[in-house]
């Protein structure tokens, strides 16, 4: 089963980032995956299988997304 990543989505981490957050906000979804620590703004790019080790949970999901109506 495939792991489904959302814009948005609030994260927390195994470790907490230097800063002391362990909060982070997915930015970008693709291949890879860009997360904006929540205390100091620090963007952080991981590759797919690297997110999925190093998150805990996650704290708020993002927006469903939308998908075009076919006509």
């Known amino acids: ?10 994260i927390k981490t195994r470790k907490p980032h ?4 362990d909060e982070w906000t997915v930015i970008r979804t693709g291949a ?5 620590c929540a205390r100091c703004g620090r963007i ?3 590759d797919r299988e690297t ?5 805990k949970a996650v704290l708020v999901r ?10």
């Open 1 to 10: 089963m495939v792991e489904e990543i959302r814009l948005g989505d609030v």
């Open 18 to 21: 230097p800063c002391g957050s």
């Open 32 to 36: 890879d995956i860009k997360i904006r």
């Open 44 to 46: 952080v790019m991981l």
């Open 51 to 55: 997110y999925l080790k190093r998150k």
């Open 62 to 71: 993002g927006p469903e997304p939308v998908t075009p109506a076919a006509d």
